[in-house]
């Protein structure tokens, strides 16, 4: 391990014992299965594609979703680029402390952090939503208010942190394979049958279309660009491959492997799945299944394709889907808790957030620190946002929806300033020129960020509109200034620890596992998890 500062003369940083998670816990299946569980297939194709179809693009919202896989692929690049030379807890966070220094770096963190940490928060809401209804109509139980399924929710999620990663990997997998298998045995079954009322549709996959609104009403306004910004919010969370890199059995490999895997395969699946969901339907009765009963837009076809039974297990699995989604974020927003107190910032930090179990090897206290975080956000919308007439989903509407939002605007601001790191890593600093290519992390760094602040600008052109009934609330009001706020506060924080503590702050975001790319997978298998010595050194080869 080595502790990298910045290129001007080194400080060394009093780094002589450092906590480290479990070293091997999971490989590239288990980093996959976490990693696609945060974007939730079934959760993003039954909750946003009928948004981007009635709201958005009409017909043509699959092609918003092929045009966000070729912007993410882009960005992708880079990302991996720097994940072969950083392995790091932090992710963002030291990728982007590498490449534009500390202060960027910890601002980013807190950012990404807060992302992280409000994400769980909002997939609890939509799990409790979903969990209440298809109680009541599959299992026909009475009627019970959603806080109770948010509790078990933040609850199981806890335990699960707890314990070693590769629990909640296989956990996630089971859940992950099931939503992946129903959504492909739904769309294939439409794609054998010759699709719908106007056949398949091949143009609804026209990349033109994505830049397109469909066709407004009298009722119903239709805007181009929500439709591409709810195709990239489906992506949201397969950025954490790297998150896992220091509890993966060969991290050099795995979490650049794993990213574009997820990203190139998530994207084959949305255009694929949304495609046949919107053929099914046809021209006219795609929009208007997505304006008038959203669900039904894949409701519908799962009935006629499966039968009665699988409809019931594919409501079943929008509650486990988001439940995995919701732990996949738990444990994403624990390691960025950890990675930030691990750095020494302070000693309480490092010997809480920053500490590991001797036993699992998990971030234990930053776990227990997330949930009671969750815990607080879920407990202060069930007291103080009540049902309204325009938003009686509480759950859904609120929780999921304004915490999502909020997330989404400040994960998207730290992938355009991860973009720009890169180039600052490999073209400014000319760190690794063995790898630095224009092709490779220069242009598409380039244009991954500039992909991300285009995605940015609309959400802001289109906030009020994502939030829907939501968008009298309080929090809704605050977002960009919680944004803008952690934002500050990292930077505040950076600054105010390099001029108390100069060897402190040449921590910050530097902590990286240079030993894991070498490491055997016998030898990861029996690594022992807890302190282990760091070796302070300046800007080391990673």
């Known amino acids: 391990m080595s502790v990298q500062s910045e290129a001007a003369p080194p400080v060394t940083a009093d780094t002589a014992q450092v906590q480290r998670l479990r070293p091997g816990a999971v490989g590239l299946l288990g980093v996959l299965f976490m990693v696609l569980a945060n974007a939730a297939p079934i959760t993003a194709m039954t909750g946003n594609l009928p948004i981007v179809v009635g709201y958005g693009n009409g017909t043509h919202g699959p092609a918003s979703f092929l ?31 590498h490449g534009l220094g500390q202060a960027v770096g910890m601002a980013s963190g807190f950012l990404a952090t807060m992302a992280y940490v409000v994400f769980e928060a909002s997939l ?45 990997g296989k956990v996630l997998g089971v859940f992950l394979s099931i939503e992946v298998l129903l959504l492909l045995a739904m769309s294939f079954g439409v794609l054998f049958t010759g699709g719908g009322p106007d056949g398949l549709m091949a143009g609804s996959i026209n990349p033109v279309g994505a830049f397109q609104a ?79 009963d959203a669900f039904s837009l894949f409701y519908a076809p799962t009935k006629d394709m ?18 995995a989604c919701a732990l ?31 036993k699992h090897g998990s971030p ?35 929780l999921y929806g304004l915490m999502a939002i909020l997330g989404t605007m400040a994960i998207l601001i730290v992938q355009s300033i991860s973009s720009i790191a890169v180039v600052g890593y490999f073209h400014v600093r000319k ?28 959400l802001f052109q289109n906030l009020k509109f994502a939030a829907g009934a939501a968008s009298g609330s309080p929090v809704f009001k605050a977002t960009p200034w919680i944004v803008i706020g952690f934002f ?50 300046g800007e080391a080869t990673a």
């Not at 599959?138 to 199981?156: P, R």
């Not at 020129?433 to 224009?438: D, I, K, L, Q």
């Open 67 to 97: 045009v966000a896989t070729i912007v993410l692929t882009i960005f992708s690049v880079g990302y991996v680029a720097m994940a072969k030379h950083i392995t790091a807890t932090g992710a963002f966070y030291g990728f982007i402390s």
């Open 124 to 168: 609890v809401g939509i799990f409790a939503s979903f969990a209440k209804t298809t109680m009541v109509t599959v299992f026909h139980t009475g009627s019970i208010s959603w806080i109770w399924y948010a509790l078990i929710a933040v609850a199981v999620a806890a335990a699960l942190g707890y314990f070693n990663v590769s629990i909640s």
């Open 364 to 398: 234990h206290v930053s776990s227990l620190v997330q949930s009671v975080i969750t815990l607080a956000i879920v407990l202060l919308f069930f007291w103080l946002q009540k049902p309204t007439d325009s938003a009686p989903d509480v759950a859904y509407t609120q």
């Open 214 to 292: 469909g066709p407004s009403s009298k009722d119903v306004t239709m805007v181009a660009g929500l439709g591409l910004f709810f195709a990239f919010w489906s992506w949201v969370g397969f950025e954490t491959t790297a998150v896992y890199g220091e509890e993966s059995k060969n991290p050099k490999k795995i979490v650049p492997r794993a990213t574009l895997i997820a990203v190139i395969g998530l994207g084959v699946l949305y255009t694929f799945v949304s495609w046949m969901a919107v053929a099914y339907a046809g021209r006219t009765g795609a929009v208007d299944v997505s304006q008038k």
């Open 431 to 458: 760190m690794h020129p063995e790898t630095a290519r224009w092709y490779r992390t220069l242009l598409p760094p380039i244009l991954g960020a500039a992909g991300m602040v285009y995605v940015v600008y609309l």
């Open 488 to 537: 500050v506060l990292g930077l505040a924080v950076a600054i105010g620890i390099r001029l108390a503590n100069p060897a402190k702050y040449a921590t910050i975001g530097r902590i990286v596992m240079e030993e894991s790319h070498e490491r055997s997978l016998e030898e990861a298998a029996v690594a022992p998890a807890g302190a282990i010595p760091a070796q302070p050194t």
């Open 328 to 358: 996949a974020f738990h444990n994403a927003a624990s390691r960025y808790l950890y990675a930030i107190g691990r750095e020494g910032l302070s000693d309480g930090l490092g010997k809480t957030l920053g500490a590991s179990h001797k």
């Open 306 to 323: 499966l039968g009665g039974f699988f409809l019931d297990v594919y409501k079943v699995m929008t509650c486990t889907g988001s439940f």
